[in-house]
């Protein structure tokens, strides 16, 4: 059984750091492309970042381009979102997603449908 377990999320401030991770088990993690996704109240679901199979090669919604960095562990299972100098509109439910490796590009990679297994969420709240 596939699981996917995020952490990390709490109150922030604007201007703050904060450093999201992602647990991953029941599947072949070095496998897979991963990525983060957010849902802010009464908004849809978007693409944040994805990291291929290798972790060689990451993309970023551009809201957070240059503020957020996607990275993983595949000897540990883990992948990490490091978000820096939040502002309010980061504020959401933080979603870990694991899709094929054969997810390489922008398009595919950054598209919900694309992913399999998701994990439950973790919220980060501006509390400015």
């Known amino acids: 059984q596939v699981q996917l377990v995020e952490s990390g999320g709490r109150l922030v401030q604007a201007g703050d750091s904060l450093r999201l991770s992602c647990a991953a088990s029941g599947l072949t993690f070095s496998s897979n492309t991963m990525a983060w996704f957010r849902q802010a109240p009464g908004k849809e679901r978007d693409f944040v970042a994805a990291?291929?199979?290798?972790?060689?090669?990451?993309y970023y919604a551009n809201p957070v381009k240059g503020r957020f960095t996607i990275s993983r562990d595949n000897a540990k299972n883990m992948v990490y979102l490091q978000m820096n100098v939040l502002k309010p509109e980061d504020t959401a439910v933080y979603y870990c997603?694991?899709?094929?490796?054969?997810?390489?590009?922008?398009?595919?990679?950054?598209?919900?449908?694309?992913?399999?297994?998701w994990g439950q969420g973790t919220q980060v709240t501006d509390s400015s």
């Open positions: 990291i291929i199979w290798s972790g060689s090669i990451t």
């Open positions: 997603a694991a899709g094929s490796r054969l997810l390489l590009d922008l398009g595919s990679s950054s598209s919900g449908r694309n992913y399999a297994y």
